[in-house]
């Protein structure tokens, strides 16, 4: 299968900087966006780190590592492997820089390999799907009001409003073992992934977002669109998207 992907960050309206990062590597078939955060702008060097780290790992030709009982397929294991290095590499540099310490970063990657498409992800920054007319949200964010969403103490209406909803429970930068959950999902031709940063989703319902997707012209259009939307909102976080359309071959 073939692929199509676009890719737009934006400061949005509120923030001085732009904390967010994205990385397409077309050779590898892979998508990553990452979130940055930490006091005087050094999430932008956490986000940055990360990306840098994923994409040169999956370029090399590095082994795979170890996956804690989980039956992955070797590409898998090697993507899992990449932000596990990503996180080693942005813990190296807070050693080397103590004022670095405190930053952190989401990420949340797509691989594709054949009909197979591996989603890896840490923190709240999301991976959706829209197949036909479909539109569905396909990672769990680890933060603290999803806990309470997923254990029934509150509604996805009330933690998408909660005083705490930015709270991480999983970044990279903080707890040396982080925890990466990775998921293989089938991928078939039509098939668009959005990846993007919590700029997006805190600004826009899934539904606004889907009809965006539905009714854009090409994809670098509709990163636009996206963007745009969320800065009409008041654009209160860096927004980041990146989409990646599935294809017949020859198309
Ligand atoms: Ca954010």
Not at 13 to 29: K, Q, T, V
Not at 181 to 203: A, N
Request: net charge negative.
């Amino acid at each position: 299968m073939k692929f199509r992907a676009a890719g737009l960050s934006d400061t949005g309206l509120a923030r001085e900087h732009n904390e967010d990062c994205f990385g397409i590597d077309g050779a590898s078939r892979l998508f990553v966006v990452a979130d940055g955060m930490g006091g005087h702008s050094f999430g932008e060097v956490a986000s940055r780190i990360s990306i840098d780290s994923i994409v040169d790992f999956m370029k090399s030709d590095s082994a795979d590592g170890s996956v804690d009982g989980q039956e992955l397929q070797p590409q898998s294991r090697r993507l899992k492997t990449a932000i596990e290095r990503a996180q080693d590499d942005v813990l190296g540099a807070i050693e080397q820089d103590e004022s670095l310490r405190g930053m952190g970063t989401t990420v949340v990657g797509l691989l594709l390999d054949g009909e197979t498409g591996t989603l890896a992800h840490v923190g709240d920054s999301r991976l959706y799907r829209l197949r036909g007319e479909e539109f569905e949200q396909m990672t769990e964010d680890h933060t603290w009001v999803n806990e309470q969403v997923m254990a029934g103490y509150l509604t996805a209406e009330q933690a998408r409003t909660h005083p705490l909803r930015n709270v991480v429970t999983r970044a990279l930068g903080g707890e040396a073992n982080v925890q990466v959950e990775v998921t293989e999902v089938p991928v078939q031709e039509g098939d668009i992934f959005l990846l993007c940063s919590d700029g997006l989703t805190g600004m826009l319902r899934d539904s606004e977002i889907q009809d965006l997707l539905e009714n854009g012209e090409d994809l670098d259009q509709t990163c636009q669109s996206l963007v745009d939307a969320a800065n009409d909102r008041g654009g209160g976080d860096n927004i980041t998207v990146v989409l990646v359309s599935v294809e017949r071959d020859g198309a």
